[in-house]
């Protein structure tokens, strides 16, 4: 049993597969669908209370002896399932929406209401997805012209425009949210009151090709959103921010007539011609160079990153960063957080040759990690000199036989070109993401939930080390804000890395939720278990595990889903001992 340190409680809250499934229903031997089983619940007016209930209480009481932990659940509210629309008005489905909150009122257990309508489309949503994708002016455009249209697990990834009020999505979705809430108000204060937590949207970001692999710096940089709105509002916004064109030309070097003639950057300098400099992007256009890959002690003992600029003292990579990938490799590995980075700004440097160094720094010794011939090159492409430095003292060591390490990124030899644009179009891109959480945070608020109990459900590509933020601009909308408290989601060791609570303590965030979180790999229950009690200590309102279901396993149909189900028998992930770590925390 732990001992108690706060007398306000986190809510255990895993998000719940299978609303609308019953106790009956289950136990039905002649229903052999989950629509039927739909149904039978349905006539018989039985909500997934009883279901909800006998799974959750296998874990424990509704409250652990400490007072330090609650156990509820997450219900999902799918904004788009709700809506229908003509071609000219939509219309919204009062009755289902009070059938979803059927399970609100014949529970007793404390919820998390995730008011869900993002770019991952399937089942009731999927039909006016595609009529409002038809229309031809919905969605994202790439860089290249084209539309992103992907798939997650059995979801269809539609890139709705972000930050734009005035689109059909936006519409439906706030219609939507605004009958929920409607709906949501009507309850009786005693249902009102277990609700602890909303969660908003979903994960908001722009889009980019491969979904689910390409995330990395590996492909060709295309990024949305190039549409003929999402241009228009560039322009604005970079009128807002600088007023006349001038201020923007002296900040640019450029000699641009008016807004209207900006074009945000879409080209590759190295691969396509440019009509002017501006309008070259690639991953490192805004002046940044990141420089990462993988490390970790044989026996656990610390190390450092030192990072050198021709022969001068930088400053240290961040480590601690998670790699998944890494340590689903590497059977040795007992948790993920063996990634490092180090974002390198050339944007102030001078054109020309310049030598990076990374060296591991152990037990008051050097060795090497990786070197680089670094090439800043200037808007006329002149050929780049090489850049008179300062002499570093040889490492110690070549080598360090402690440490096993690989740097991913970048190539040994490489040049980069700097575009302020680039760096301003990326910035119009973030505030596109978070506006657009703000405004669907605000009318939440202006209802009868809380402001204090309204959390965004945010994706952080910010953690791991291989993934390219800028494809996503969501960083953003992590930071603290008078709209929203944060909701972030974690995978992998990222839930238990010091990174993650440093950077809650950089960033201010007294209180926080997880509205998705899964460690991804094996781990002793006794330690997961001690990091969800880190997490109370932080601020955490709700911790959210990715997923509980009430849906007989006979009736599963996504395997590869299904790896992350908070099961005692499903060793997938290290799931089963996931679940066997919060049955700790109710012991």
């Known amino acids: 049993m732990f001992a108690a340190s706060s007398s306000t409680a986190t809510l255990i809250a895993p998000m719940l597969e299978g609303n609308g499934l019953c106790l009956s229903g289950v136990n039905n031997p002649d229903l052999h669908d989950l629509e039927s089983m739909r149904r039978y619940c349905e006539d018989l007016g039985e909500s997934s209370a009883s279901l909800l209930e006998t799974i959750l209480s296998d874990i424990g009481p509704k409250k652990s002896a400490d007072g330090r932990f609650e156990m509820g659940y997450m219900l999902g509210l799918s904004l788009l399932s709700y809506v229908s629309w003509d071609g000219v008005n939509f219309s919204v489905d009062h009755e289902a929406i009070r059938k979803s909150l059927r399970l609100l009122g014949d529970s007793d257990r404390s919820v998390v209401l995730y008011f869900f309508a993002n770019h991952f489309i399937s089942g009731d949503s999927a039909a006016l997805a595609k009529k409002l994708a038809d229309t031809g002016d919905e969605l994202m455009v790439l860089n290249n012209g084209k ?78 959103d190039y549409s003929e709105r999402s241009i228009q509002q560039f322009r604005q916004w970079l009128s807002d921010e600088f007023g006349t064109v001038e201020r923007l030309n002296v900040q640019l070097g450029a000699d641009f007539e008016s807004f209207a003639e900006i074009q945000p950057p879409s080209k590759d300098i190295r691969k396509q011609s440019l009509n002017n400099f501006f309008e070259h992007i690639d991953p490192y256009a805004h002046g940044i160079m990141p420089f990462f890959g993988w490390a970790f002690s044989t026996d656990g003992s610390p ?70 011939d670094f090439a800043v090159i200037n808007r006329s492409q002149s050929s780049p000199r090489r850049v008179q430095g300062f002499h570093l003292a040889p490492v110690a060591s070549k080598e360090n036989k402690n440490i096993r390490f690989w740097a991913d990124h970048p190539a040994t030899t490489v040049g980069v070109y700097y575009n302020p644009l680039a760096k301003f179009w990326l910035e119009f891109r973030e505030r596109q993401v978070t506006q657009d959480i703000e405004w669907f945070a605000d009318l939440i608020a202006n209802s009868c939930i809380d402001s204090e109990q309204v959390f965004s459900h945010q994706i952080a590509p910010d953690f791991n080390p291989s ?34 609570f440093d950077w809650l303590d950089e960033q201010h965030h007294e209180k926080y939720g997880l509205p998705e979180m899964h460690p991804m790999l094996p781990q002793k229950p006794e330690e997961l278990a001690g990091v969800l009690q880190r997490h109370h200590d932080q601020g955490a309102v709700f911790l959210s595990p990715y997923f509980m279901s009430l849906v007989p396993k006979q009736f599963a149909t996504d395997p590869a889903h299904d790896r992350f189900k908070l099961d005692p028998s499903n060793m997938e992930y290290g799931s089963d001992q996931f679940y066997r770590a919060i049955q700790l925390l109710f012991q």
């Not at 993934?467 to 238990?496: E, M, V």
């Open 467 to 500: 993934w390219d933020p800028t494809l996503f601009a969501a960083s953003n909308s992590l930071k603290k804000n008078a709209h929203y408290n944060l909701g972030i989601n974690l995978y992998g060791g990222i839930i238990s890395s010091d990174l993650f």
């Open 147 to 224: 539309t992103p249209l992907d798939g997650y697990f059995s979801s269809t990834v539609y890139p709705w425009r972000v930050g734009d009020n005035q689109s059909l999505f936006f519409k439906a979705r706030q219609q939507a949210l605004e009958a929920v809430l409607d709906e949501l108000c009507r309850l009786p204060k005693s249902d009102l009151a277990k609700v602890k937590a909303v969660t908003t949207l979903g994960e908001v970001h722009h889009q980019f090709p491969n979904f689910q692999q390409g995330m990395g710096y590996d492909s060709s940089y295309v990024i949305t």
């Open 303 to 372: 190390f450092e990153v030192n990072v050198y600029l021709d022969g001068q003292f930088l400053g240290q990579a961040q480590t601690g960063m998670t790699r998944v990938d890494v340590a689903q490799a590497l059977p040795e590995l007992s948790h993920s957080n063996v990634g490092y980075r180090y974002n390198l700004d050339f944007s102030h440097l001078s054109p020309g040759r310049h030598s990076v160094e990374l060296r591991f720094f152990q037990n008051g010794t050097e060795s090497s990690l990786s070197t680089y």
